[in-house]
């Protein structure tokens, strides 16, 4: 009994400080987007996303201490690569945890799609491995509960939906 125990709590650490592996789909977009070629929506490893233009946002936030520096893909840059419609995206974390954030958010210097925290992977335990990141310090108005609720962590799933 004790060895399973041990095993069992083994596999749980595993999971979460796991980061993701090479080819692991870690991204998928879909909704009102262009059509992907070959598939039903649009897939992204760490090395496709790490291979587009890289931004970097060093803020504090609300979840860490001190300043963190937060690298990855702006969300302007992410939606426009995908054909995005204008309207709202439903972002939705490994554990089915969903928010809205209107597609008026992608902007120059506004939130990134984070893969790296102060140089490294993100692990499922450290908020991973993508989190959308807002550059808090940089604009007052990004410090608010509205947008706050907006940096959603552990994200694995993007759902454009069009203005009507």
């Not at 083994?10 to 070629?37: M, N, Q, R, Y």
């Not at 992608?106 to 992977?121: C, F, H, R």
């Not at 509960?145 to 993007?158: F, G, M, N, T």
């Given at each position: 009994?004790k ?7 083994l596999?749980f650490?595993l999971?979460v ?11 998928t977009?879909s909704g ?11 897939t992204?490893d760490?090395?496709a996303?790490?291979?587009?233009p890289?931004?970097t ?9 001190g300043?963190?520096?937060f690298?990855g ?5 992410l939606?426009?690569h ?24 992608a902007?120059e ?14 692990s ?5 491995p ?11 108005t ?12 552990q ?10």
């Amino acid at each position: 009994m004790k060895r399973l125990a041990q095993f069992v709590a083994l596999f749980f650490l595993l999971c979460v400080t796991k980061v993701a592996s090479a080819g692991e789909v870690i991204l998928t977009i879909s909704g009102d987007v262009a059509p992907p070629t070959q598939t039903q929506a649009w897939t992204f490893d760490l090395d496709a996303l790490s291979a587009m233009p890289a931004t970097t946002v060093t803020t504090t936030t609300v979840w860490t201490e001190g300043e963190q520096s937060f690298v990855g893909v702006s969300l302007s840059a992410l939606l426009n690569h995908v054909g995005a419609a204008q309207g709202t995206i439903q972002a939705v974390a490994l554990n089915d945890y969903a928010v809205k954030i209107p597609t008026t958010d992608a902007v120059e210097n506004g939130p990134i799609v984070a893969y790296s925290l102060n140089g490294a992977e993100m692990s499922v335990r450290d908020r991973g491995p993508l989190w959308i990141i807002y550059p808090f310090d940089e604009n007052e108005t990004y410090q608010s509960e509205e947008y706050y609720s907006r940096s959603i962590w552990q994200l694995d799933r993007i759902e454009v939906v069009a203005q009507e």
